[in-house]
């Protein structure tokens, strides 16, 4: 069933998801980040509900979404002082910390590990479903696995109907990137995947950070990583991408428009509104992700512009690099992945 909830929580319909979740159905919602799949984190078979809908490697843990901290310890344990602070500031919000789990979270949730994930979502309508189902939420990025993410209901839709029981509509999510995941190992806060949530943000509060060198790096399939879902193709349309990031805005401009003419202009890029007028592609093969000063605006907008870009099925997609500061930080880690390290840079 699809609700749509845009303007407002329907009530009526509210008990009808929170059943659907409690009966070990999957529900599709929004959170301020992206969309998620849920299940209820407690009933292994409706997780397993997750990893057949969304196509899932069984190795890639879940992150179990709380609308309520006190619910934390129920499912995780020894809580140190750093753990706390992170949960104090940044919780409720697009933030997901890794903890000791507690042996009532199954084994499927977290692949096996002895860690769990959790987070705290601002969104009403999360905390609505959260709530009133009265169980902690599985949920991991509605997208099939590999695709980019869902920002909105219209870009999942297809892919995802008739693989969950309830669709709910909240709109375009606010922030457009997933959470910030952060483990603290020997006292110090390590992000593990960048997002809203900045290093400047985490340091601010306990003293110290440090980002995961596989946020930037190419993941060979059989290493070992502290999060298992940095190792797969991940945010990737079916047409091959590059990604542009020239230091000089004129050769920015100069190697985009080569590199289109060379596939007869028939390529897409995904650029700068600065750039719409200054790159010759066909009409529609300039996907306009808004200023290159407005990284927040661009987060939200990516996902998206992916979409788009690959429903033209172009032979190729150019896509402009962004500042690697604040949330640049998020977006060129799921652009390299995007672009699977295809990566032109001068
Ligand atoms: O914003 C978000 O976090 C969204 C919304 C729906 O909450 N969810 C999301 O879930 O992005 P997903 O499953 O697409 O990404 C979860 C990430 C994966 O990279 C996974 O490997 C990592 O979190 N993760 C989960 N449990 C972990 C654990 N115990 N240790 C390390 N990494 C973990
Ligand atoms: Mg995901």
């Not at 977290?110 to 479903?129: F, K, Q």
């Not at 169980?135 to 209901?153: F, L, Q």
Request: glycine share 6%; aromatic share 6%.
């Amino acid at each position: 069933m699809y609700y749509n909830w845009k303007e407002q929580t329907n009530t009526e319909e509210l008990k009808i998801v929170c059943n659907l979740i409690r009966n070990g159905e999957l529900v599709i919602f929004p959170t301020e980040t992206v969309y998620g799949i849920g299940a209820n984190a407690l009933d292994p078979l409706a997780v397993g509900k997750i990893f057949v809908a969304k196509g899932r490697p069984s190795d890639n843990p879940l992150i179990v979404h709380i609308a309520d901290k006190r619910k934390i310890e129920e499912v995780a344990q020894d809580i140190s002082p750093i753990e706390q602070k992170l949960i104090d500031n940044f919780m409720p919000g697009p933030f997901t910390l890794i903890l000791k789990r507690k042996d009532n979270i199954p084994d499927i949730v977290t692949a096996g590990l002895e860690t769990v994930a959790i987070r705290m979502p601002s969104n009403i309508i999360a905390r609505g479903i959260i709530t009133f189902s009265g169980v902690p939420i599985a949920a991991p990025s509605a997208n099939i696995s590999g695709k980019p993410s869902g920002t909105k209901i219209e870009d999942i839709r297809k892919e995802l109907e008739g693989k969950v029981s309830a669709i709910v509509d909240g709109g375009e999510t606010e922030i457009g990137i997933e959470s910030t995941v952060v483990k603290v190992i020997n006292d110090v806060p390590v992000i593990l995947r960048p997002g809203k949530i900045t290093p400047e943000d985490i340091k601010k509060v306990v003293g110290n950070v440090r980002i995961d060198k596989k946020v930037f790096e190419e993941i060979n399939d059989s290493e070992n990583v502290e999060s298992p879902g940095m190792k797969y193709k991940h945010y990737a349309p079916e047409s091959p991408c590059k990604l542009i990031n020239c230091e000089d805005e004129l050769d920015q401009i100069f190697y985009i428009n080569k590199f289109v003419k060379e596939y007869d202009n028939k390529a897409v890029v995904i650029g700068f509104s600065e750039h719409k007028e200054r790159i010759f592609t066909k009409d529609n093969n300039f996907i306009d992700i808004g200023s290159k000063d407005d990284l927040d605006n661009i987060a939200k907008n990516i996902y998206s512009a992916l979409r788009k870009a690959d429903a033209l099925k172009p032979p190729v997609i150019f896509i402009e690099g962004v500042k690697k500061q604040g949330i640049g930080i998020a977006i060129m880690n799921r652009l390299m992945r995007t672009c699977e390290y295809n990566i032109f840079e001068k």
